[in-house]
């Protein structure tokens, strides 16, 4: 370990200081002096570190989340007596860049609105529609409509939709939150709850206590205008100078003087999102003060805009002037895929092009745009200026020089111009390729003529920019002559050489056919209605998405409320409102320290050195500990489990594994020490990345169970008349809990006290126990609640929780242990990987005979979670079949140890044995939903675990569902819209569902006391409240029982004082269990009233009847541990079923693709809140699209380790990933009898028929490869990300006519 020497008192200090008042900084009307902060701080920081406004959250760091937005007020530069309000990322945005935004206002969460000084109607409405589970995210939504509201008090459905292209929701499904924002559209005809509300209402801020108008920042009006004069330093220290100039000229001498030094412009400082690594500089210069960069002007040549426009401005005027040329609508199209929104406000377009400039592989689509639409930029310096097209100033030395404006001329009439962004989800994501084309033509008889045309793409490779072969060939050629088209083709497809060696790439293959497909689209769009055949013609279209809609049905029983009322979370408002805290919004505590991980980027070695020298140079560095610092075992899996080390002893099983930790000051630094730890490493070995590799090598873990026999399947299917053998896959996915791994440990005199964000404080308090060699009743483990978990918070979150506790009892000073999202993104394993191979026997109908499944599981370096074995329970879904062999394979790879996730094992088993039905109907030519129904499960009948089914319901809901959802009608519709269009596909599946719960492997500890003094009552449970509303059910059940009203019970953080030996929340029935402990609890403490409540009148109110219970000696606590029997056979404790119908379109030329309509029932049983679980129904299902359809791992094949560790490059779901047309029904009528008060879980299961979107889409490519002759079978994995749904497509370029 390396230690330094005790904090003391800074030496940093600021040397130049001019005007004081220029260091003050106004956040929800309140100025604060930063003169002592480093410029360079992020908003984000500021507020949550310094000032402790934590309802800002933060995640990813880098504009990809949306969580850590807030609002920005401040006069326009050109015209001062306006002001700019915009919302952005607090997390992106330095301090020092407000001191030259004149009058400016921060404005959070928290001047919104409070729980004590009242919400704003947005926080009102987020919670009041459920749109909070776990709350992590809500800020963000807020503070995004805020900043919409402020700027469009009247916004339109539309306008609501479009807004929140930047924030992300792991837990909702978006349903909720958008129907909430929704509710502010002034419409008659709005089905929603809530009504407008009034403008004032909306734009005032209780906290700064009136209308966030300019006047009421007069007060600061002349305190933070940028310097004027000569000198514009506003900061040097360490080498490092700040400036803020106001004037062009004052810039360029700035630039001339530090042209031998490295020099960053300062405009919305949002590239670092994207290249982290850009720096470091000498010297920073604030562009923003300076208005003449501001102007905008619309001329004969076209429209100039100056650098400090930004994209949203940019986007704006280009709307403002469409009418002077058809082109600048098309380029407002193309700005608004760049980013997302509070991106797109803060940064500009001359930064975008600085990034291309810089990085010329970067697919800047600014740089299309303006290419092709023929732009202009003009580049300075103090000596001259210079104007080049974008591709030319990629190639002029900007040393000194800065990027003045853009001209876009217009439109020649005779010109038309289009552009086209192929990306890997619709929203907030980098382009794979982007296309834009501009023709000129002339007519002549009846040929259309190209006098010119330019054809630029990116995304191609480094350097390719225009189609310059192409452009040739088809100068002076007619489009109306598919001659010419197959020319053009032919050329292109010459001249298009993608690169291939970036793994982060989709392939080559689908770029180029993407390139050919792009220009294929544009081709025809030029052809008049006569010229193209109809069937062609929806190759010119792009995919319309309407504004999303949803409905939700249920019953409940008014008689029983508050149990079966669907109402909010009880912590829904503190949630939206910002007050809800979570781990990292606990301030400090004194002498608190910030620790973070050191990662391995071997994937299979032994540690030789780890030299930390560097790292403890990072001012505010207090040590770094490895293994040998470790006072108790180097595990965070106590025994029984097998070992896994807290940091690497020498060994290194995966790239990503942690070796030593670093602790600091702050975050930040602990941030920078992690980033100079030099680790060598010798006996470096090939790691076994890939699951084939493990397969190939043998690399399997001891069985992980017999597998399943029944029956004889071999020779049933070798005796079948059909057979089928097939081989599909399913990816991992990581778990993107909002809040990342985090937990905080402070010694006490007592041992350690832990706040933790895990799912299993148990196992957290085992394994601190077992690090430290300290006894589990010295450690106080404490959960409030999760910021997401599902499941990567069940055993991984000990991982931090040992880290944090072995650095707070080595140095004893309270720790904080977090992992930012690339390090949590490397070092934690995922939802598990597989190959399924099947062989299948069945009969001409399609009855399946024999069914012989092997499942290769990638368990990473561990086999602690494994799932394989356990999950075969799984396997058969819905579907009847006398003989089964399943065999399990646990595979042991290089990666990290891969662990639960939302619905373990069945996800991928359910997708399994679904391709196998569908496989067998595409064998038969049959219609695979009359398939799946001839082999589904009656009542009765006997699984292949030998498990009766005595409440099977299946066969009526999959009848009732195809009927009501009219399957029949929609499917011949289907069927026409095929055959009359070639390019654009629709596909409808079904997806049925039979979902085990096992009870017995939970355990909790529940307590329910009521005090004396008020009759109020409080719950502890073993149960941990991670968004699924578990405290709010608790509540209500506890409130039934007692009879009492909801609000007079109090739910504690969960401990391990009060529920110790509590087993994990998971597997869907914590909430069902937890309340069945409270339940208990209420019974016990009735029982002991009652003899009580018989002395005293009738109807006495609760508060005296407790009283004199207390008086009467009655022990006013219960006590319950909920430990379930298991059922007879090991048989589930009930199933829940449900049936999905999916309808999805398709771009055949691009795979692009949504999900048009998506009908779920779902057997819910009697719903104890039936608001709660249709969000947990939609944010399973909505998690799982992401699986199947969106979210992609890429590991390095050399070392495994993990290349897209943040939000650039890994998608999930945003919110208009969403079905368009989202219906959610529980199942009406529908009391369980093996229930908690009747009613069956709802976190997991609905997951499972998520895969209903890949197979809808799967059909629709099913009818473009008809339309090539080759309608055969083919397997569809997951993810079926864009690339891989187009190639399934089989587009050639050689069936590209008019
Ligand atoms: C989450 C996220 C998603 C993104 N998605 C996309 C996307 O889909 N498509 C896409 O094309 N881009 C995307 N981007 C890039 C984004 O468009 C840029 O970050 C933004 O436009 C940069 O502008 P800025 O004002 O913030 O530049 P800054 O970060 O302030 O500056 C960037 C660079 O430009 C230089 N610079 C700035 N102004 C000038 C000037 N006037 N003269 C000379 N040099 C100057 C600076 O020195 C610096 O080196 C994304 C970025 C993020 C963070
Ligand atoms: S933390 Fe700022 S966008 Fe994610
Ligand atoms: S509620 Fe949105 S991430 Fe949890």
Redesign the pocket.
């Given at each position: 370990m390396e230690t330094a020497s005790p904090p003391g008192q800074s030496n940093d200090s600021v040397e130049d200081r001019t005007a004081a008042q220029r260091y003050m900084i106004q956040v929800n009307g309140v100025l604060h002096d930063v003169k002592n902060e480093d410029p360079l701080m992020s908003l984000a920081e500021y507020l949550r570190s310094v000032l402790h406004l934590c309802g800002t959250k933060t995640m990813c760091h880098?504009?990809?989340c949306g969580c850590c937005v807030v609002v920005l007020e401040y006069d326009n530069p050109t015209k001062p007596e306006k002001r700019i309000i915009k919302s952005m990322?607090s997390c992106?945005f330095p301090i020092g860049s407000l001191l030259s935004l004149k009058n400016h206002q921060v404005v959070t969460i928290e001047a919104l609105g409070s729980m004590k000084k009242g919400l704003h109607p947005i926080q009102q409405r987020l919670a009041d529609y459920n749109g909070s589970q776990c709350g992590f995210c809500s800020p963000g939504f807020v503070m995004q409509m805020f900043g919409l509201l402020k700027n469009k008090p009247s916004p339109s459905f539309q306008d609501v939709e479009d807004n929140f292209d930047?924030n992300v929701c792991r837990c909702t499904g978006y349903r909720s939150i958008l129907d909430a924002m929704k509710s502010f559209v002034k419409s008659t005809d709005t089905k929603l709850r809530g009504s407008f509300i009034d403008i004032e209402d909306l734009m005032s801020c209780t906290k700064i206590r009136r209308p966030c108008t300019r006047s009421s920042l007069g007060e600061i009006a002349s305190s933070t205008s940028p310097a004027e004069g000569t000198t514009s330093m506003l900061f040097s220290k360490d080498g490092l100078k700040w400036y803020q100039p106001t004037e062009l000229t004052q810039l360029y001498l700035l630039m001339q003087e530090h042209s031998s030094e490295t020099?960053?412009?300062?405009?919305?400082?949002?590239?670092?999102?994207?290249y982290k690594k850009?720096g470091p500089y000498q010297v920073l210069?604030d562009?923003k003060g300076i208005p003449d960069?501001y102007k905008v002007t619309m001329g004969p040549n076209g429209l100039k805009v100056f650098?400090?426009v930004?994209?949203s401005s940019l986007i704006g005027y280009l709307k403002q002037y469409s009418d002077q040329s058809l082109s600048y609508n098309v380029i407002a199209r193309h700005l608004l895929?760049?980013?997302?929104g509070p991106?797109?406000n803060?940064?500009?377009?001359?930064?975008?092009?600085?990034?291309?400039?810089?990085h010329h592989e970067?697919?800047?689509?600014?740089?299309v745009a303006f290419e092709v639409a023929g732009a202009k930029l003009t580049?300075g310096d103090i000596a001259e200026l210079n104007t080049y097209t974008p591709a030319q100033f990629l190639d002029v030395n900007?040393n000194g020089?800065?990027?003045?404006c853009v001209e876009i001329p217009k439109l020649a009439e005779s010109e038309r111009m289009n552009s086209y962004?192929i990306?890997p989800r619709m929203q907030?994501?980098?382009?794979y390729v982007?296309a834009g084309f501009r023709v000129q033509l002339k007519a002549l008889d009846k040929k259309q003529l190209v006098e010119s045309i330019s054809m630029v793409y990116t995304g191609i490779n480094e350097t390719f920019i225009h189609a310059v072969a192409t452009e040739k060939y088809l100068q002076g050629k007619d489009i109306t002559a598919n001659a010419t088209l197959q020319g053009a083709l032919t050329t292109l497809d010459k001249e298009i050489i993608p690169d291939e060696d970036n793994p982060l790439l989709a392939s080559a293959e689908y770029r180029k056919s993407l390139a050919l497909g792009l220009f294929y689209k544009f081709f025809l769009s030029l052809l008049s209605e006569g010229v193209v055949s109809p069937c062609n013609r929806s190759a010119t279209c792009s995919l319309e998405r309407p504004v999303s809609t949803g409905k939700q049905t249920f019953s409940s029983k008014p008689e029983e409320y508050p149990l079966t009322k669907p109402m909010p979370k009880l912590s829904a408002y503190k949630q939206t409102s910002g007050e809800a805290e979570f781990i990292n919004d606990l301030l400090p505590l004194p002498n608190e320290l910030f620790a973070m991980f050191v990662l391995s980027t071997e994937g299979s070695a032994t540690i030789s050195n780890i030299d930390s020298t560097a790292a403890m140079s990072v001012p505010g560095a207090a040590a770094v500990l490895k293994a040998s610092d470790i006072p108790g075992c180097n595990t965070f899996m106590p025994p029984p489990y097998e070992a896994e080390e807290i940091l690497s002893s020498g060994p290194v099983l995966y790239a990503g594994q942690p070796i030593a930790l670093c602790l600091a000051d702050s975050q930040h630094h602990a941030l920078e020490m992690v980033e100079v730890v030099k680790v060598t490493y010798q006996d470096q070995q090939p790691p076994i990345v890939t699951l084939d590799e493990a397969i190939e090598k043998k690399s399997f873990y001891p069985s992980p169970g017999k597998g399943l026999l029944v029956g004889h399947p071999e020779d049933a299917i070798s005796e079948s008349p059909c057979k089928i053998e097939g081989e599909v896959r399913a990816g991992e996915q990581y778990h993107f809990h909002m809040e990342t791994q985090i937990c905080r440990c402070m010694p006490t005199e007592d041992g350690l006290d832990v706040q933790a964000a895990s799912q299993w404080l148990d196992l957290a308090q085992q394994a601190i126990a077992c690090a430290i060699g300290i006894p589990a009743t010295d450690i106080n483990i404490s959960a409030k609640r999760l910021g997401g978990a599902y499941g990567g918070k069940a055993t991984r979150a000990s991982l931090v929780a040992c880290g944090a506790a072995v650095a707070a009892t080595v140095l004893c000073r309270p720790v904080r242990c977090i992992m930012d999202l690339s390090t949590n993104m490397k070092a934690v394993g995922k939802r598990h990987s597989y190959i399924f191979k099947y062989k299948v026997g069945f009969n001409e109908d399609g009855k399946l005979n024999g069914i012989i499944i092997t499942y290769y599981a990638d368990n990473g370096c561990s086999p602690n979670d494994n799932e394989v074995g356990e999950s075969l329970v799984f396997s058969d879904n819905v579907y009847k079949c006398q003989n089964w062999k399943l065999i399990p394979v646990a595979l042991k790879t290089n990666r990290a140890a891969h662990t639960w996730c939302r619905a373990p094992g069945s996800v991928p088993n359910i997708f399994v044995i679904e391709t196998i039905l569908e496989h067998v109907a595409k064998f038969l030519n049959l219609d695979p939903i009359a398939v799946k129904q001839k082999n589904l499960y009656v009542q009765g009948d006997i699984t292949p675990l030998g498990f009766n089914l005595p409440y099977c319901s299946i066969w009526d809901l999959y009848s009732t569902q195809l009927e009501k959802v009219d399957v029949a009608g929609r499917l011949q519709a289907i069927k026409k819209f095929n055959a009359d269009n070639r390019w654009k596909k629709k596909g409808l599946a079904v997806v049925p569902l039979k979902y085990g719960l096992y009870w017995s492997e939970s355990y909790y500890l529940c307590t329910v006391s009521i005090f004396a003094s008020d009759g109020s009552v409080m719950i502890s449970q073993g149960g941990i409240e991670s968004g699924q509303g578990l405290d709010t059910k608790v509540a209500q059940v506890c409130a039934y029982a007692l009879g009492i009203p909801v609000n007079s019970i109090s739910i504690k953080p969960t401990t391990t004082i009060s529920s110790p030996n509590s087993g994990p929340t998971g597997g869907s029935m914590t909430s069902e269990l937890n309340c069945l402990g409270v339940k208990n609890c209420c019974e016990i403490l009735k029982k002991r009233m009652d003899p009580v409540k018989d002395t005293l009148p009738p109807g006495t109110p609760w508060k005296d009847l407790v009283a004199a219970c207390f008086k009467a000696k009655v022990n006013l606590t219960a006590q319950y541990w909920v430990w379930p029997d298991a059922q007879p056979k090991r048989a589930p404790q009930y199933n829940s079923y449900g049936v999905t119908v999916a309808e999805a379109d398709l771009d055949v030329l691009t795979g692009e693709n949504q999900i048009s309509q998506v009908d779920i029932l779902f057997d819910c049983g009697e719903s104890m809140n039936p608001d709660i679980d249709i969000g947990q129904v939609e944010g399973a299902f909505v998690m799982g699209m992401g699986y199947w359809l969106l979210e992609k791992m890429i590991y390095d094949p050399s070392t495994g380790e993990v290349l897209n560790p943040g939000?650039?490059d890994y998608k999930p779901p945003f919110s208009k990933s969403i079905p368009i047309n989202f219906n959610i029904e529980l199942l009406k009528n529908a009391p369980n009898p093996m229930g908690v008060l009747r009613s069956k879980a709802s976190g997991e299961p609905p997951q499972c028929m998520s895969c209903v979107t890949l197979f809808a889409v799967k059909h629709a490519i099913e009818a473009a490869r008809q339309d090539v002759g080759k309608d055969t079978y083919f397997p569809l994995s997951g993810p079926a990300t864009v690339d891989v749904i187009q190639a399934s497509c089989l587009v050639d370029y050689k069936h590209f006519s008019i």
């Open positions: 880098e504009g990809g990322n992106l930047g020099v960053k412009l300062v405009h919305g400082d949002t590239a670092k999102g994207v850009d210069i562009v960069l650098s400090n930004t994209l895929k760049v980013a997302n991106v797109r803060a940064g500009g377009w001359a930064g975008n092009l600085m990034m291309k400039w810089k970067f697919v800047s689509d600014v740089f580049v900007m020089k800065v990027l003045l962004k990306m907030n994501a980098h382009t982007s939000t650039w």
